[in-house]
């Protein structure tokens, strides 16, 4: 809850939404939608609830807490008086990021090459097996189309509200374990969610490690987990992030912070879940907006950074019940779906010192001859050459046969290397009329003059033309009794 300096209490509200204000107080106007209550830096506590002997706890709700800095704010009377606030919060920097792992589940079913699945109800932990995945979840997981599909461009997993091995739902689960893993970097996810009591849908990284749910570090949390995203399927307004650390299971520890959509927007749309990963801090966005960083974990196993110094693999799954949400109620519609639409993973590169480049040219040419541009080579690069006259290419000195007039302007190029592109070089070309031979006579010679291109001599239109050999303009010759043509070869 936000306060004027006297105490009043003030609604935050976006410009747009803002119909009038009164005499008592001013409203304050931010100037994007995107920047209302959920902004914050708070790092708020999970609170969950005990499991069983290695189980994993549920991961409960966060609480955040945000920070508004009022740098200068005025009030006035009047019919018509607004506040002005300027707020400082937290901007992510500015980072070049290369795509190095995508799926756009553009196939037909999901990738075995990216993903597979995971089944049934629980693990085993050593010789004990743990059941509803150590968080009393009712589901049963399947590989089956009704339970997991990809169609029209999206992944479906689908949770559904049937008998199937003893169990009641059924639902689907991928992890990229054995396919992929990666140390650091920015994970992203688009996705929405169901809505109803005892959905919980999550994207979330675990290490990779052969024994669920262990790591280098030990058995949960000492080798951590990350969470991307999570959600109560009651709770379609909020998602949260976290991280899980610590000791193995009790002596674990966690953090975590709740995004709450703004202007009634919610899970059941399609959202941008993001986390950027480095070597001593972790990042949380939603559609782009930061609402998390965090910088503080341990590990009893090992120092600071662990346990997040070591690849993870992805895991995508949507949960029935359990502690996180409770179990589903009468009123909870079944099936309900998470759907992606993508899920892309980048490096985080240095480019600070991006590469140089230099742009040229054979210019100027005359019609009819062939453009020749060039550009300084960078190693490994990939070029793109803009130009007139909708020209694009990727060669590094490509060539326009049979330039015209129309060809004639600014041409740019960049090279990118190791995600990191130049800026761009530029070269101005100049493509002349087509040239001709001009021919002069002077007491008994003739002076040949041409601008540019091989001067070629017949005897008939028919030919053979030849080159003439060493022939530079001008070109002063006696004249001849017999026919002599010339023509101008600009190839």
């Not at 609604?11 to 009038?20: A, E, F, G, M």
């Not at 009591?197 to 052969?210: M, S």
Request: net charge neutral.
């Amino acid at each position: 809850m936000t306060r004027d300096p006297a105490g009043r209490v003030i609604r935050v509200q976006p410009c747009q939404r803002l119909r009038r204000v009164t005499a008592e107080w001013a409203a304050l106007c931010l100037l994007a939608d995107s920047i209302q209550e959920n902004l914050n830096q708070g790092h708020g506590r999970d609170r969950y609830s005990e499991p069983g002997p290695g189980r994993r706890p549920s991961r409960g709700a966060p609480r955040t807490h945000m920070k508004l800095t009022f740098k200068r704010i005025q009030f006035r009377a009047g019919p018509l008086a607004l506040g002005v606030a300027v707020l400082t919060f937290p901007v992510p920097a500015q980072a070049d990021w290369q795509q190095v792992w995508s799926d756009e589940f553009e196939g037909a079913s999901v990738d075995t090459n990216h993903w597979t699945f995971d089944g049934g109800n629980g693990y085993w932990s050593g010789d004990t097996w743990i059941s509803g995945w150590g968080n009393n979840e009712l589901e049963y997981y399947t590989s089956r189309t009704q339970n997991v599909y990809v169609a029209n461009g999206v992944l479906h997993l689908v949770a559904r509200k049937e008998p199937y091995n003893g169990f009641s739902y059924t639902s689907g689960r991928l992890k990229s374990l054995g396919r992929f893993s990666k140390k650091y970097g920015r994970f992203e996810f688009r996705a929405k969610l169901p809505q109803g009591q005892g959905y919980w849908p999550a994207l979330w990284l675990l290490p990779d490690f052969p024994v669920f749910p262990g790591g280098q570090y030990g058995n949960w949390a000492a080798s951590g987990e990350i969470d991307v995203m999570e959600n109560r399927g009651s709770a379609p307004t909020t998602t949260g992030g976290a991280i899980h650390y610590g000791g193995p299971w009790p002596n674990n520890a966690h953090s975590g912070a709740s995004y709450v959509f703004p202007g009634g927007e919610g899970v059941t749309n399609f959202h941008n879940y993001m986390l950027e990963w480095g070597t001593n801090s972790m990042k949380w966005y939603v559609d782009g907006i930061l609402f998390w960083a965090q910088t503080s974990w341990w590990s009893s196993a090992a120092a600071y950074p662990a346990p997040f110094d070591q690849p993870f693999y992805m895991i995508m799954n949507l949960a029935v019940g359990g502690n996180y949400d409770g179990n589903p109620t009468v009123s909870t519609v079944f099936p309900g779906e998470m759907q992606v639409d993508y899920v892309r993973v980048y490096d985080d590169v240095d480019c600070s010192t991006p590469p140089t480049l230099t742009a040229g040219n054979n210019g100027p040419i005359w019609s009819g001859m062939t453009l020749n541009l060039t550009a300084s080579s960078v190693p490994g690069a990939i070029y793109s050459w803009t130009g007139p006259n909708g020209f694009n290419s990727t060669n590094q000195n490509p060539s326009l046969v049979n330039a015209s007039t129309d060809d004639s302007g600014l041409y740019s190029v960049t090279a990118a290397t190791g995600g990191c592109t130049s800026a761009p070089a530029m070269t101005e070309v100049a493509v002349n009329p087509p040239a001709g031979v001009s021919i002069e006579s002077l007491g008994g010679s003739v002076i040949l003059s041409w601008p540019a291109g091989t001067l070629q001599s017949a005897t008939n239109l028919a030919g053979p033309w030849q080159d003439v050999s060493g022939a530079a303009s001008p070109r002063t010759k006696p004249a001849a009794a017999s026919q002599e043509l010339y023509r101008l070869n600009l190839q």
